[in-house]
């Protein structure tokens, strides 16, 4: 499962350009600090391999198992 | 602090002996005998042979010495180590303590406790590298940037060099602050016997611990506990203006006031249990001359105002120990029924203006540079002129 | 989507995130690559000391992961970590600072580190700029860039600061990028494992004060080129300089053993205290 941290995201969309599989997307909607957060698209497609995870400067993202 | 079974079982070897041995050197049995765990420094004249001595000795004492790149380095590892609740020093000369006024400056700002020797030679740069000096004297007060006070203790005899390391490791863990051990060449260099003090005679002041742990730099007491590393306290030090737990808050302006002067007023307001100095008061108690002086100047001004009392005049005579924080008490006082006050030093007056804001009488400074102390003949030729 | 607590929450300092690195910025990548590896490792944060110097990437362990932390003067982190080290061999001392701090003004002090081979981790962010003062040229940048200090082209050369340590004597040398984030991770576990002294150059972006100023304004135009320049040390037999001069040359330098520094430092104390004791009781 993808949890996404809207409050911690900063928008810089690191997520959503270098998910092997396109899982995000940007929202069209800001954050209460005024960033466009990425939304989970398709999250049948995450495996779960993390990237997303350890490439986020923000700890904004997390995968668990569940 | 307890002193190690280590160290009790080399000083209990020492003590009571007699050495003849340079100030240097001396100054090293002084930290050995201080507690100094840790010494980091880089060689310079007139200085070296501290280190050289404390690198033969201290490892047997279950102590460390090492030598870094630079002084820039060696001030760093002595702070760095300190925090792990070691006692620490270095010692250098001029340009080695110019260079380490960025990290006195951190030492100040963190309150950590360590010792700096400086063996003042002659400068500007490279000056006359191998000869004394007492130019350092205003360096030592104002070195760092920005604002803050200091203590700095002056030896005026090898034996000294030994009893003030004492002072500045105590003072340092006492008021947690980097104290200044501000020699001269000439007594760095000059041979003298000197007797090892007894064990039991040595006490080592205790480094308060916090309470609670986190509250470092800052609470009711102008000298905040310490915590040290490796106790799980998770303890954030930085030279940033910070709060009393030690995170940084460098945009509140009262955050910075309350800080810097608690820094400041721990050494300012505690000035007369820090401050020390040697009275030599005439005889007959209506001198109208006097002499301060300090360090390797402070040797033939007592021997001229000897001979001046010999000669039949009445010159009264102290000696400050502790240069800074100043001795305005005993200055004011020792100067009170005075007309002339002579000032020697081996600098172009850095302490003789310093007595002129506090004092009413005449202020003479008897300034010499060149790499030569002064002569008892020189100083007395001054007195006589005063007379 | 909820709010959740991420699972490493307790190895920062949570009451000060988010933290103040800007959008997109590598310092924040590094950060959780550091706190993963010492997570996978198991290693006691009461067991470290971090230590910074001045700049951005100063900040990564200073204030935000949660051990007991020394942020230093400019350009001397490293020597204040061998004071710590060699008074507590037992805690992992661990240096983070960026490239202006650890190679610029403090380079002495690497290579001297490096030298002694003292067990201490470096984990030098190089952002290629002189990132926090507003975009200066730095030791790293690239020559030709404009920066606001080189406004019309830098003529010096950039360093190379992972081939000068291994040349002065450090175990332990790995470059990576902050787009390399699964093996940069692996090898701060190594590093902080391992004894002696390690060093980690990690490649990393400043859009908002390099960025900008070369045409990749964004985090993603960095790590793109950090994916696409990259190449493996193993693959680079053959490659003239200036093949490589156009890379960045990612992988394990070198992994050797030597004597350490700390543990030579003890065995004379150990001696010479030792001799004072037969002194006596002979």
């Keep these: 499962m993808i949890e996404i941290n809207d409050d911690l995201c900063k928008g810089c969309d690191i997520c ?5 599989l396109n899982v995000f997307l940007k929202s069209d909607t800001l954050n209460r600090k005024g960033y466009y957060v990425p939304v989970i698209a398709e999250e049948d497609l995450c495996v779960g391999c993390r990237l997303c995870e350890l490439l986020c400067p923000e700890f904004a993202i997390i995968i668990t198992n569940e | 602090m307890a002193i190690e079974a280590n160290r009790k079982e080399y000083l209990r070897r020492l003590g009571g002996k007699k050495y003849f041995i340079l100030g240097d050197e001396a ?9 100094c765990d840790f010494f980091a420094g880089y060689p310079i004249t007139p200085a070296t042979e501290i280190a050289e001595l404390i690198a033969l ?7 460390i010495c090492i030598q870094m790149e630079d002084e820039l380095a060696s001030i760093a590892a002595i702070i760095g180590a300190a925090w792990t609740g070691a006692r620490t020093m270095t010692a250098t000369s001029g340009p080695g303590f110019s260079l380490m006024q960025e990290n006195i400056g951190y030492a100040i700002m963190t309150e950590t406790p360590c010792v700096i020797v400086n063996v003042q030679r002659s400068g500007p740069s490279t000056g006359q590298a191998t000869k004394p000096a007492q130019g350092d004297v205003m360096q030592a007060r104002w070195g760092t940037h920005g604002d803050h006070d200091i203590i700095a203790l002056a030896p005026h005899s090898a034996q000294e060099c030994l009893d003030l390391m004492l002072d500045c490791f105590n003072l340092a863990d006492i008021y947690r602050t980097p104290v200044i051990l501000l020699m001269d060449g000439e007594i760095g260099h000059i041979r003298e016997s000197v007797t090892m003090p007894e064990l039991s005679t040595i006490t080592h002041a205790e480094r308060k611990l916090a309470q609670p742990a986190e509250d470092i730099f800052g609470g ?12 799980g306290a998770n303890v954030h030090v930085t030279g940033s203006t910070h709060l009393a737990n030690g995170m940084r808050d460098v945009a509140t302006p009262e955050v910075h006031d309350v800080l810097l002067r608690r820094i400041y007023r721990k050494i300012a307001d505690n000035r007369e249990q820090i401050v020390r100095t040697e009275l030599d008061k005439d005889t007959d108690g209506k001198a109208k001359i006097g002499v301060i002086a300090y360090g390797a100047a402070s040797r033939p001004a007592h021997g001229a105002v000897g001979r001046a009392r010999n000669n039949g005049n ?4 102290l000696r400050l120990i502790t240069i800074w924080p100043f001795a305005r008490t005993q200055v004011v006082e020792f100067c009170r029924d005075l007309d002339v006050l002579l000032v020697p030093e081996m600098n172009l007056g850095q302490i003789s203006r310093e007595i002129e804001r506090f004092v009413n009488c005449r202020v003479v400074s008897v300034s010499k540079i060149g790499g030569v102390p002064h002569t ?4 007395l030729t001054a007195i006589e002129e005063a007379v | 989507m909820g709010e959740y607590r991420h699972r490493l929450m307790d190895y920062v300092r949570e009451e000060i995130m988010p933290h103040r690195f800007c959008v997109g910025c590598g310092c924040g990548t590094v950060l959780n690559a550091f706190v993963n590896a010492v997570e996978e490792i198991g290693l006691e944060p009461t067991k470290m000391v971090c230590v910074s110097g001045i700049g951005c990437s100063s900040w990564i362990p200073s204030p935000y992961f949660r051990s007991d932390t020394l942020h230093t003067t400019h350009g001397r982190p490293i020597a204040f970590a061998t004071g710590v080290k060699i008074m507590r061999p037992d805690l992992t001392v661990v240096v983070i600072a960026g490239d202006g701090d650890v190679s610029g003004i403090g380079g002495n002090h690497l290579i001297h580190a490096a030298r002694r081979n003292i067990d201490l981790s470096v984990f030098m962010v190089n952002n290629m700029i002189y990132g926090m003062t507003g975009g200066q040229v730095a030791p790293t940048t690239p020559s030709g860039t404009k ?3 080189t406004p019309h082209r830098n003529i010096e050369p950039a360093f190379k600061v992972a081939d000068l340590v291994m040349t002065a004597g450090a175990t332990y040398v790995a470059r990576w990028t902050t787009y390399h984030v699964f093996p940069l991770m692996e090898s701060m576990q190594n590093a902080m494992t391992r004894k002696g002294f390690s060093f980690i150059e990690i490649i990393s972006q400043c859009p908002d004060n390099y960025g900008r100023r070369i045409g990749k304004p964004t985090a993603n135009d960095f790590l793109k080129q950090f994916r696409d320049d990259a190449i493996r040390i193993n693959k680079t037999e053959g490659m003239s300089e200036e093949q490589l001069d156009k890379r960045i040359v990612i992988g ?9 520094y700390v543990t030579q430092l003890h065995e004379i104390i150990r001696e010479q205290v030792a001799a004072v004791k037969r002194e006596k009781t002979k």
């Design chain 2, 57 to 63: 000795e201290l490892p047997k004492a279950g102590g």
């Design chain 3, 147 to 149: 920066t606001s200090t």
């Design chain 2, 314 to 317: 009445a010159v009264d005579f």
């Design chain 3, 252 to 260: 394990k330098l070198c992994d050797r053993e030597r004597p350490e």
């Design chain 2, 376 to 379: 008892v003949e020189e100083i």
């Design chain 1, 16 to 20: 959503i350009e270098f998910c092997p």
């Design chain 2, 220 to 231: 009711p007491e102008l000298v905040p506990g310490i915590t040290h590393y490796g106790e």
């Design chain 2, 27 to 35: 100054c090293a049995y002084g930290a050995i005998y201080a507690g």
